[in-house]
């Protein structure tokens, strides 16, 4: 991987929540969302991260963009590290960085018009003069197949769909590089799935967009992606391109969770054998020791009570946190 | 490019005053009570500020050939006090003291509550914790000892009771509706995305949190009103209000009212019938815009705003 080629740097992302107990708000534990977690993302790439609810990769995203300021950890964006600088520098620096959210119906603010959500962040970081900012809107709006006319219209009046495009265009406006997609297709039916994934994909083309797309519907990643993170439990189990991944997963996790996508021919799908995981994920506040898979693991064997297992590259490009691998 | 530029600053505007325009009708098509309420309400302001036109007599014209007259007697529509002054003209002007006192008081206050509740639901943690402790404190002291020993060295007058009442009102337990309104409408994730822009943490209180609070302070601005008149009229009665002779509807009710009670009751009916009604007005009216403007009731606006088919553009 050529150093300059790299859009974000991630080295040891860490994000605890405190748990506090008692009339003094003392901290009795912690919540260990994102442990030590590292990947590069190139510039133009698309980066999928994927897991069960719960194993922290909403809050990965969150962390890169300093939604969250994480506990521990670097996050290099062109450079620069995001952990280190606050207040106005980064504020300007989320220009670059923009985030589509999960919910069409709660990103947007109820009483806002279409168009002035979309035109916030303009002027938020003073970008237009008053007449030019109903042209850039209305532009926005064309990028993601509305119609300018319905800038004066409330977020109600939109379907999940339109509601969805509301939510890119305006994430769209400052024309960032960084794109983070927190499960932008899970809220919406399966015809509207489709022609968002479209729209990201063909805007990616067009703006030179990267993105990292977090879902957990693996067929959509796997289309989207050009290399997948697995998660479990706070830290990454699995990296390598999205097609090796499917083809070839090394993790035992990652089997299971492959095993649970369907496939559309009953036939096939009869006669595969699914790896059923069995158990709930474990509190993050209190792991298991060892590998953190352990107590579900099909394949467990002696050591994975004791040590933890490292992230290593088994083949080249294909990362994995097993060991048996 | 002007043409597009138009029509969408037009919708802008219409969907604004859509809000109000709405919310009025629904309010008479589906609350009677507070229909009436609001008819008070306006009732109030108008004869307030037209006392001067509607009255027939001055407030403190004296007239001591017809004193005590019962109603309807020699001109006087609501009869005279001991001072022979036309009680009619009195009330009237006492509106217009009630709503000052009313407008004045509830201005101040709204604005404190909603200055310092906004700020202290949305930053949280230590600034929220300071803020609420010293408002449990100000909760702890009785309101009305509070009232009678700043007014007493302020001394007695409108202006007096309009700021002790408005800065009383704004630092109780208002900050406290405000601020749990704040904490709801702060965890919605269209907030979050107002930081996710790069919005300051001001430009997203004014821009997203105060026009989701709206109907919040609308009701608590309505209810405070009732409350101040009602507050404006018990330091009246304890001596501790708007000197005489000006014709506070609660001196109007102690002063002379008490002891003509027997004699000529009329002197006290009146005042406490205007003060009631007022207040129950208010009331009634802050209940129907409560019921109207609190989406989590039937009825009200929806969790996306205004019900769909209400308006039409």
């Known amino acids: 991987m050529a150093e300059d080629n790299v859009l974000v740097d991630v080295q040891g992302l860490t994000m605890y929540f405190p748990v506090t107990a008692g009339v003094f708000r003392r901290k009795v534990a912690e919540v260990r969302a994102v442990d030590d977690v590292s990947f590069q993302i190139k510039k133009g790439e698309t980066f999928g991260l994927v897991g069960e609810s719960g194993c922290g990769k909403t809050t990965t995203g969150r962390a890169i963009l300093q939604l969250y300021r994480p506990t521990a950890g670097k996050v290099f964006f062109e450079k620069n590290d995001l952990c280190k600088i606050g207040g106005e520098e980064l504020r300007r620096s989320r220009r670059n960085m923009q985030l589509i959210f999960q919910d069409p119906y709660a990103s947007l603010d109820p009483r806002m018009t279409a168009g002035n959500i979309i035109g916030e962040p303009l002027r938020v970081h003073g970008l237009v003069k008053g007449s030019e900012f109903q042209e850039q809107v209305a532009e926005l709006f064309k990028l993601v197949e509305l119609e300018p006319r319905m800038a004066d219209r409330f977020p109600h009046e939109f379907s999940g769909g339109q509601r969805q495009r509301i939510g890119i265009a305006r994430a769209l406006a400052l024309r960032p590089k960084l794109i983070v997609c927190d499960e932008p297709v899970s809220a919406l039916d399966v015809s509207i799935q489709a022609q968002i994934i479209m729209l990201l994909e063909r805007l990616r083309e067009e703006l030179g967009l990267t993105y990292i797309f977090i879902a957990h519907d693996l067929s959509v990643v796997r289309y989207i992606s050009d290399r997948v993170a697995v998660m479990y439990l706070g830290k990454i189990v699995e990296i390598t391109g999205s097609d090796e991944l499917y083809d070839n997963p090394m993790h035992p996790y990652t089997q299971g969770l492959l095993s649970a996508v369907p496939i559309p021919n009953p036939r096939v799908d009869r006669q595969r054998k699914r790896i059923l995981l069995t158990g709930d994920v474990p509190s993050p506040v209190n792991p298991p020791p060892g590998c953190h898979f352990n107590p579900r693991c099909f394949a467990v064997k002696a050591g994975c009570k004791e040590a933890e297992p490292e992230l290593k590259e088994v083949t080249k490009g294909h990362w994995v946190a097993c060991h048996r691998a | ?313």
């Not at chain 2, 309420?37 to 004296?62: Q, T």
């Not at chain 2, 509706?177 to 822009?197: G, P």
């Not at chain 2, 205007?274 to 802050?286: D, E, F, K, Q, T």
């Open chain 2, 1 to 313: 490019m002007s043409e597009t530029t138009a029509p969408v600053a037009a919708g802008l505007k219409v969907k604004r005053r859509a809000f109000l325009v709405d919310v009025f009708i629904r309010l008479v098509k589906t609350k009677p009570l507070g229909t009436v309420g609001l008819a008070i309400v306006l009732l109030l302001f108008v004869v307030g500020i037209g006392a001067d036109l509607i009255a027939p007599y001055g407030y403190n014209e004296v007239d001591l050939g017809s004193r005590l007259a019962t109603p309807g007697v020699g001109g006087h529509v609501l009869g005279t006090d001991h001072l022979g002054r036309d009680l009619l003209s009195r009330i009237i002007y006492g509106a217009r003291i009630s709503m000052i006192v009313a407008l004045g008081a509830s201005s101040l206050a709204a604005v404190l509550y909603i200055t310092i509740g906004v700020i202290s639901g949305f930053f949280g943690g230590k600034v929220d914790m300071i803020i609420q402790r010293f408002v449990d404190a100000v909760m702890a002291f009785p309101g009305l000892v509070i009232m009678l020993t700043v007014i007493s060295v302020l001394g007695p007058g409108l202006m007096q009771i309009v700021i002790t009442l408005g800065i009383l009102g704004g630092i109780g337990g208002r900050v406290r509706v405000v601020r749990s309104a704040v904490i709801a409408i702060k965890e919605n994730v269209y907030v979050e995305a107002a930081r996710a822009i790069g919005s300051p943490p001001f430009t997203t209180m004014m821009r997203h949190i105060l026009p989701n609070i709206f109907a919040v302070i609308i009701i608590n601005f309505t209810v405070e009103m009732g409350g101040v008149i009602l507050t404006e009229s018990t330091l009246s009665f304890l001596g501790f209000g708007i000197p005489p002779p000006f014709p506070s509807w609660g001196a109007m009710l102690s002063e002379s009212g008490r002891r003509y009670m027997l004699l000529a009751p009329w002197m006290a009916v009146w005042p406490g019938l205007a003060l009631s009604l007022v207040v129950y007005g208010i009331n009634m009216l802050g209940d129907a815009l409560r019921d109207l403007l609190d989406p989590r009731l039937r009825g009200g606006l929806g969790r996306y705003g205004r019900l769909k088919g209400v308006i039409t553009k």
